[in-house]
């Protein structure tokens, strides 16, 4: 499996330079091969495909000598975003969904940059892992809080806010826990519970963004004070952007350590099977995208394989409104949290309920939870 280790690069002003310029560059090639593409079919009804475009890749940097800085493998990397694009607006219109044609890259939309064979060549950590190379940029400064595990694949060099950062793609071996009987059904909720299992164990929302919301309302209204492009606007527009990454962080340490502790603790793992991206378009949105599922379950997913666990998604439908113990079905409003079963008297905490039906689903299914649907 591979696994992503992600640090904090230290880079001077001179180097920062470099990485923006890099940046620039790359971006000008995206938005060059996506204009390529979209002419040759407009004009000749003709398809350019990713190795006729990566063939240009040697006259570009001949032609264009700020390209010979910038190792000829990130410049076939960024092709090969644009072809990733075009690939999955085919997918979608084949699928009949709402395709999305590829867009122009703007100056603040395109932040990472790629070496894919990284293990081999452009990037190199040195003395101990206090410094990392960087092709094109020189000797970085890095903190790397933890060792790199595995082979090395690839490494994106990533801008946030004003940061820099550089994430490591190793291909490492799985470390399984030792084996564990137990299974839980999951419930996930936005409030006043993120989580509830049907063994009665209820995790708090943390709602980082609910929390957040006076501050960046007050932010924003303060933005909206100043002169789009002055020295104040740009400061501002820095701060708010660093008050959403304070809330995104918060967010994803909350689920690292909430999937850790049910991987820990727990063989198999059962959730319903959420249609997360159909629910942030509901009246529910906020809470949903506050509470972050999809990035909850695709943490839990990971952890779980890593450790030799099984993560399984079950039909979510009816799941909060049958008894589990009688199997009477009875539609309550969503606000009604405790209630009695009318065809067997026993008194219901919804949520609790509705992770035992969960479990009892993945139970039930023909083939059984060994084979039961994985998460990916």
Known sequence: MR????????????????????????????????????DAYRKAGKAVGFYEQKRHLPVIRRDLPEYKGIHSQVLQEVIQRVDRAFQGFFRRVKQGQKPGYPRFKGRNRYDSFTFPQAGSTGVKVQEGGKRVFIHGIGSVKVKLHRLLEGKLKTATVKREGEHWYIVFVCEVDPKPLPPN?????????????????????????????????????????????????????????????????????????????????????????????????GLARSHTAKGVLDAGWAQFLSILAYKAEEAGRRVVGVDPKYTSQDCPVCGHREKRPLWVREYTCSACGTPLYRDVAAAQNILARARAEPSGMDTARAVP
């Open 3 to 38: 696994k992503a280790f992600k640090y904090r690069l230290y880079p001077t002003k001179p180097q920062a330079r470099d990485l923006e310029r890099t940046l620039e560059l790359c971006r000008q090639l995206y938005n060059a091969a996506l204009q390529e593409r979209r």
């Open 181 to 277: 009987d137990r299974a839980v059904g999951i419930d996930l909720g936005t409030n006043p519970h993120f989580l509830v299992t049907s063994e009665g164990e209820m995790v708090e929302a943390p709602r980082h963004y609910q929390k957040a919301q006076v501050k960046l309302a007050r932010k924003q209204r303060e933005l909206s004070r100043k002169k789009k492009g002055s020295s104040r606007w740009k400061r501002v527009k820095r701060e708010l952007a660093k008050l959403h990454r304070k809330i995104a962080n918060q967010r994803k340490d909350f689920h690292h350590k909430v999937a850790r502790g049910l991987v820990n603790r727990y063989g198999v793992i059962v959730h319903e099977d959420l249609n997360v991206l």
